[in-house]
């Protein structure tokens, strides 16, 4: 097997993981606000604490891997989010679960930045798409298995044993990264020649700080940062609120969590292949603002109406059936967008995803503490989503307006 496809299954096997840590939380949702008698809106707090701290060390820790290599960087982000995740389960009060959440979210900071990073300095650029599509499948087979593992432990065992179990996940993880990954293929041991040949080298990747004067007048980076951080606004959801939405909001019972929740990851599993597979498709016959924006832009706009229409329906499992729907229509933006980021970055490529993650994040802050207010202020789980989808609807139109053509943001270089 060619050294990049195992790097590759490496990087697969830590999304898989970092999202079993993250929903773990959220699929416990309902029996942690139980136990620890948490409101709608403290809830919301739970959530937001994570979000903000994952926007705050994000540009960070992708601007250090740019620096000192994501080998280091990617171990230290493992190592500490794994141990924060095991002492989610140790906590019993409100406040000490705020001060771990936001240490957990520190944690996982820089890991999407990093892995693209990666993935620019070990994938030809004929396959990148199609690499970071992989990432995006495991976030859809982590989000379909952590409520299928989840319930069964909690029903067995109660909440607390799966955030141990799921915490010693990445210490293994990052024990082998670290012993076997290199940041650059030339310095890996066993690689072919014309493996490296078809890579590149890597002797050209230059640790240079990133220009940000620069970078934060560039117009396609300003417009990709508001792009996702209206994304975020909706997909958070998925991640944050969608379990306590369907259960306490939709009147589920825990049996039929285990299908509710499993069915929009993977939904979105076929959307984000479906989105990487159309785009490069249209690449090779148009332009490649046609293969980029109509992918973006479209989908994005789409999820929006379909979340809106969960939000008006009266039926519950529709309800369900139109969030899968939304979810996979939505996810299909995901491998499009993430491949910008690496191509207009170029040599920083992870301070320019980490910035485009940052802005997204904030949003998903914002999403996750906001959606608790609207409950209360509303009455209503179903009235607060709709803003969430609205917000869809405005990164659909603002993706429309980026120029995938012009290569290295900050720069005038065009493809």
Known sequence: MPYRFKVLALLFLLIFVMYLDRLCISVAGPRIQQELHLTPVQWGWVIG????????FEIPSGALGDRIGPRRVLTRIVLWWSVFTAATGLVSTYPVLLVVRFLFGAGEAGSFPNSALTISRWTP??????????????????????????????????WRPSFWLFGSLGILWSLAWQSWFRDRPSEKAGITQDEIKLIGDGSAVRHNSA??????????LLLLMLMYHCYCWG????????????????????DQMKL????????GLLGVAAGGFLSDRLARRHSLRVARCSIGSGTLIGAGILLGAAALTSDAWTAVWLLAAGLGVMNGMLPVSWSLAVDLGGEHSG???GAMNTAGQIGSFLSSVAFGYMVESFGSYDRALLPLAFMLVISGCTFALIKPERRGVGTSKKL
């Open 211 to 220: 220009p940000w004067a620069r970078l934060l007048r560039d117009r396609n």
């Open 351 to 353: 301070a320019v995803s």
């Open 260 to 267: 509710g929740s499993a069915l929009p990851p993977a939904c």
């Open 125 to 158: 650029e004929r396959e990148r798409a199609r690499s970071l599509s992989v990432l995006w499948l495991a976030t859809g087979l982590g989000g379909i298995a952590t409520p299928l593992m989840v319930v069964a432990i909690q029903k067995r065992y109660g």
């Open 49 to 56: 604490a994570f979000t903000i701290a994952y926007a705050a």
């Open 235 to 254: 997909a958070y959801f998925y991640l944050s609120w969608i379990h306590t939405y369907l259960q306490v909001g939709r009147r589920l019972t825990e």
